[in-house]
């Protein structure tokens, strides 16, 4: 058996894994610097101590929420790798990595901001 593969075979690899890759959900991104992970408009992720990593839930609502707005996710996006999806309580979704739920800090102004970090000492930068 040859070791090429016909052009019609590697077309059809290509546009599988093309395909793959497109449906992937635009979810959270490492920072190049220091490796936080970031959302789609490059505003720094935050985990909570207080959620619980695998529940499948947040335990940041109401008022909590307001200060640190959920990383939401489209009811079509799907899960991928160390990225997962929780429940909300009032029934929307969220990302989460590792099990984790991520959410923005209301205080962080530009791309790059971490002032999150640390607060009460129980929000910390969401790592890879």
């Given at each position: ?54 529940s ?14 959920p ?58």
């Open positions: 058996m040859s070791p090429f593969r016909s052009r019609s075979s590697l077309l059809a690899s290509s546009a599988i894994l093309l395909s793959a890759v497109l449906a992937l959900p635009a979810i959270a991104q490492p920072k190049p610097a220091d490796g936080a992970l970031v959302g789609a408009t490059g505003m720094t992720l935050y985990t909570f101590d207080k959620d619980t990593a695998g499948g839930k947040s335990a940041c609502n109401g008022a909590c929420a307001t200060n640190w707005p990383f939401m996710a489209a009811d079509s996006d799907k899960p991928a790798g160390d990225f997962t999806i929780v429940t909300r309580d009032d029934g929307k979704k969220q990302w989460a990595a590792k099990g984790w739920p991520l959410y923005y800090w209301a205080k962080d102004s530009k791309p790059g901001d971490k002032t999150g970090d640390g607060v009460n000492g129980v929000w910390k930068t969401a790592k890879p």
